[in-house]
């Protein structure tokens, strides 16, 4: 596995020590070392949620079709309710016709793993004072002295000569990154989700799980992170918040609580209301699907009787 990721240990350390040099030109080369790798985890986090930005188009957009196609999704439970196979077979089907993906939500988080892992990693190596990549040296000395109001940013909570001090500072950014991971989650379902029936919907089973068990997840897992792993996610968990928030505002999902709203905003404001492509779409599946998951047959409008012309008499 360590070779695998050699080339991410590599880019990982190669971003931290660029950020760390430009901060040099405006802190000073010798000062505020501590304020200079921890930004540099800062600015790392931001490149790599910059380049993410096409994934999470992504994300919105198979969330969206996700959402159109939950009358098909629906019949198709309905009518294969005691064949679990088959009901599987068909949901792929459908998902593989439309081109969208179930496990689309998990896309950003799946994408920073080997990001996370290699931090992971180059923030142990500054502890143990082991080079990675372009962290060496008189870099390496400096990046294992650097401090997080206090503490260390390459301890964690159990590491074996943490003070006190660091632990305090560990359990406050856990519980703070287990708190924006669900308060991000919590805004998506509550704002940027259309209401859904309950019973049986597999994406709001999806979303809900992610609500509960990531929050905990982190909350247990942290106590191994070292200080500069949570500061990256937790800085991560606010971008992804301000991130979700803008789009919810400014472009929210057809049918969702914040959709309602901002057409009530602007009926009030008197502008006119436009059916976006999601509307039609969604309209198209619930309209072309029934009960036996059979597409309907639109009926073709009847054209009306020619009035009968009717033959004056020449005088």
């Known amino acids: 596995m360590g070779t695998i990721l050699n080339p991410i240990y590599g880019a990982v ?53 996700m959402t159109a196609l939950q009358p098909h999704m ?41 990001i996370f892992f290699a931090l992971f990693q180059v923030l142990n190596g500054i502890a143990k004072q082991h080079p990675h990549g372009f ?24 590491s074996s000569h943490t003070n006190t001090q660091t632990k305090i500072i560990t359990v406050i950014l856990i519980a703070f990154m287990s708190a924006t991971t669900f308060t991000t989650q919590r805004q998506l379902m509550l704002k940027g989700m259309p209401k859904m ?11 809900k799980i ?8 982190f909350a247990i897992s942290g106590v191994n992170f ?13 971008w992804t918040f301000g991130q979700q928030f803008y789009v919810i ?14 057409q009530k905003k602007k009926l009030a404001k008197g502008e006119t209301l436009e059916v976006s492509g999601t509307d039609v779409l969604g309209a ?8 036996d998951s059979t597409p309907r047959q639109r009926q073709q409008p009847k054209a009306k009787p020619a009035a009968k012309k009717t033959n004056k008499k020449k005088k």
Request: charged share 20%; proline share 5%.
């Open 135 to 158: 962290l060496k040296g008189d870099l390496l000395k400096s990046a294992g002295e650097a401090k997080f109001f206090g503490a260390n940013l390459s301890s964690s909570f159990l």
């Open 13 to 65: 350390s190669w971003v931290m020590v660029t950020f760390h040099s430009l901060l040099g030109l405006i802190f000073g080369k010798s000062t505020h070392e501590s304020i200079k790798w921890t930004l540099s985890i800062i600015g790392l986090v931001v490149l790599i949620r910059i380049i993410l930005i096409p994934l999470f188009v992504k994300q919105i957009k198979s969330q969206r079709a």
């Open 284 to 291: 198209i599946e619930v309209e072309g699907t029934n009960t």
């Open 249 to 262: 505002k400014r472009n929210p999902t057809p049918g969702s609580p914040a959709y309602e709203e901002l």
């Open 197 to 207: 029936d309950a019973s049986n919907n597999m994406m709001l089973q999806q979303q």
């Open 226 to 238: 070292p200080v500069g792993v949570l500061i990256y996610w937790s800085t991560t968990n606010l």
């Open 210 to 217: 992610m609500l509960y068990v990531f929050p905990v997840i």
């Open 74 to 114: 629906k019949a198709i439970q309905k009518r294969y309710k005691d064949d679990r196979q088959k009901q599987s077979e068909e949901m792929m089907k459908l998902y593989k016709e439309h081109k969208t993906n179930p496990l689309a939500s998990c896309f950003p988080i799946f994408a920073q793993a080997p």
